[in-house]
C-alpha cells in the first residue's frame, strides 16, 4: 500500500527563492497536516485540514507560509520568499477522521529544505 | 501552551538491555501517543493509549497511560539494534497532535 508521498525529499534554494513542497496523502484518509522539524523547537504542527478545508492555520510562522489543498489527493505548502532560518524537515501526515481525530497520524518521509 | 517534556533526552545502551523513557504533561489528557522515528524517516505509531491506567504492549514495547493523565511511559525489553532512532510521546488535544521533546536512543555495539 502506498503511503504518504512528499517531494522533493532535498531541495537547496538561495534566499529570496520560492519554494513549494507537495504531498499526496492515504488514499481515503480525510484529514491532512504539515509539521515542521528542526533541531531547536522540535516537530511542530503548521497547519491542518479537514476534508480539505484548512481547520487551524495558528502554527503558520509568518504570511510567508500558505498552504493548500485543491483536492483530497494532493497538498503543497509554499514558502515566498524563503530565509534561511525556514531551513528544516517539513512532514506531510495523514490520517481517517471518524468524528473525531484518534492522533493516529501517518507520516511522509519528509523534505529537507536548506536555504543558503 | 501544551508542553510535553520527556527524560532523558538521550540514552546510551548496549544491545539486550531493557530501556525506560516517561514523558510528563502541565496539561490532562485522554490519549497518549508513542512515536518511533527513525534516522531520515517521517514518525511511525506504535502505541496509543486512550484511557487513564490503561497498559498497552506492542510485542516488546509496553507503554502505560498514567493516573494522573499527566504522563505516561514506554518501556522496551531485550534492545536490539533497530530500536535506534528518537522516540516521541504524543498526544492529541483540540484536534492538534502535539510532540514531545523525543528521545534519542542509541545501541552500543
Known amino acids: 500500500d502506498a503511503g504518504v508521498i512528499q517531494s522533493p525529499r532535498h531541495e537547496v534554494t538561495e534566499m529570496g527563492q520560492e519554494v513549494t513542497l507537495r504531498c499526496k496523502p492515504i488514499s481515503g484518509h480525510n484529514s491532512l497536516f504539515w509539521y515542521r522539524q528542526t533541531m531547536m523547537r522540535g516537530l511542530e504542527l503548521l497547519i491542518y485540514?479537514?476534508?480539505?478545508?484548512?481547520?487551524?492555520d495558528s502554527g503558520m510562522p509568518e504570511d510567508r507560509f500558505s498552504a493548500k489543498m485543491p483536492n483530497a489527493s494532493f497538498s503543497t505548502l509554499k514558502i515566498q520568499p524563503s530565509e534561511p532560518r525556514d531551513s528544516a524537515v517539513y512532514f506531510c501526515a495523514s490520517s481517517f477522521r471518524r468524528g473525531t481525530n484518534t492522533g493516529e497520524l501517518f507520516f511522509g518521509e519528509g523534505s529537507r529544505l536548506t536555504v543558503l | 501552551g501544551q508542553q510535553l517534556n520527556q527524560s532523558p533526552q538521550s540514552m546510551f545502551i548496549q544491545e539486550g538491555e531493557d530501556v525506560s523513557m516517561n514523558c510528563t504533561s502541565s496539561s490532562i489528557f485522554n490519549t497518549w501517543l508513542w512515536y518511533k522515528q527513525d534516522p531520515g524517516e517521517g514518525p511511525v505509531l506504535l502505541i496509543a493509549l486512550y484511557k487513564a491506567g490503561e497498559l498497552t504492549s506492542n510485542g516488546r514495547l509496553t507503554a502505560q497511560f498514567g493516573i494522573t493523565r499527566k504522563d505516561s511511559f514506554l518501556n522496551i525489553s531485550a534492545s536490539i539494534p533497530s530500536d535506534v532512532g528518537i522516540y516521541f510521546c504524543?498526544?492529541?488535544?483540540?484536534?492538534?497532535?502535539?510532540f514531545g521533546t523525543g528521545t534519542r536512543l542509541t545501541i552500543i555495539p
Open positions: 485540514f479537514n476534508n480539505n478545508v484548512p481547520i487551524d
Open positions: 504524543a498526544n492529541f488535544g483540540n484536534e492538534k497532535l502535539t
